[in-house]
């Protein structure tokens, strides 16, 4: 069937270090893979996105790149800040029995400390 | 627009009490989705929604578990009888269109904390 895994968390970090959230995922076909952020009590909001082999997805400093050979959407960004601690969620869409599914990693937990 | 807005944002209840969850999506948007987010198990799809009609139950817990959507603008989650294990966060999202490669993208509420003692 169709999931995601994502790197256990949490990640801890100090401000201005390389961030690197690993995700990979099994599904049939060419999902759509996608990037959610969720901050402390707050809903989850796409932060990046990507639909097919090879594309990158980038949005406020982050970056993913869609890799079918190793079934892989890494998400990286240069330099995190304070302000990126939150829960990110790796996700893809495919098709199941004739419905489409969002289907969501378990999060993984990033923490930045000055 | 005010978002995807869900009520209550806190719950506590007892065993054996009904639990009655709401939402209301985004204006104009044709999907609406439930979701459950516990620590075991992460974030879980328990059924969405396109112009009103259940697409997909598949992630609905058990019989105890029920979801409607009278009008495009209102849905709701009921949990009749609660028990301790369902305590979590509930959150409904919403989408133009299902949530895929084109500009459009799934917007979730704040969400409803419900806790089962």
């Known amino acids: 069937g169709n999931s995601v895994t994502q790197m256990e968390g949490p990640v801890t970090l100090s401000e201005e270090a390389f961030l690197t959230i690993n995700c990979t995922y099994t599904?049939?076909?060419?999902?759509?893979l996608f990037w959610y952020v969720q901050y402390p009590g707050e809903g989850l909001q796409l932060l990046l996105k990507?639909?097919?082999?090879?594309d990158k997805g980038s949005n406020k400093g982050f970056e993913a790149t869609y890799r079918k050979e190793t079934t892989s959407f890494h998400l990286e960004k240069g330099s995190v800040q304070v302000s990126d601690s939150a829960v990110y969620f790796c996700?893809?869409?495919?098709?199941?029995?004739?419905?489409?599914?969002?289907?969501f990693g378990a999060g993984t937990r990033l923490a930045v400390h000055p | 627009d005010a978002g995807v807005i869900q009520s209550p944002r806190h719950e506590v209840t007892e065993m054996g009490q009904e639990v009655t969850l709401r939402c209301k999506p985004i204006?104009?948007?044709?999907?609406l989705f439930w979701y459950r987010q516990t620590m075991m198990r992460g974030l879980e799809l328990l059924i969405y929604?396109?112009?009103?009609?259940?697409?997909?139950d598949s992630g609905m817990p058990e019989d105890r578990f029920s979801a409607k959507m009278p009008n495009a603008s209102f849905s709701t989650l009921k949990i009749q009888p609660s028990e301790p294990r369902d305590s979590a966060v509930y959150f409904c999202?919403?989408?133009?269109?299902?949530?895929?490669?084109?500009?459009?993208?799934?917007?979730f509420g704040a969400g409803s904390r419900l806790t089962v003692l």
């Open positions: 999202a919403s989408s133009t269109v299902f949530p895929d490669s084109g500009a459009n993208v799934l917007t």
């Open positions: 599904a049939t076909g060419y999902p759509s």
């Open positions: 990507a639909t097919k082999a090879d």
């Open positions: 996700a893809l869409k495919a098709s199941s029995g004739g419905y489409n599914k969002l289907i």
């Open positions: 204006s104009g948007h044709d999907y």
């Open positions: 929604f396109n112009n009103n009609v259940p697409i997909d």
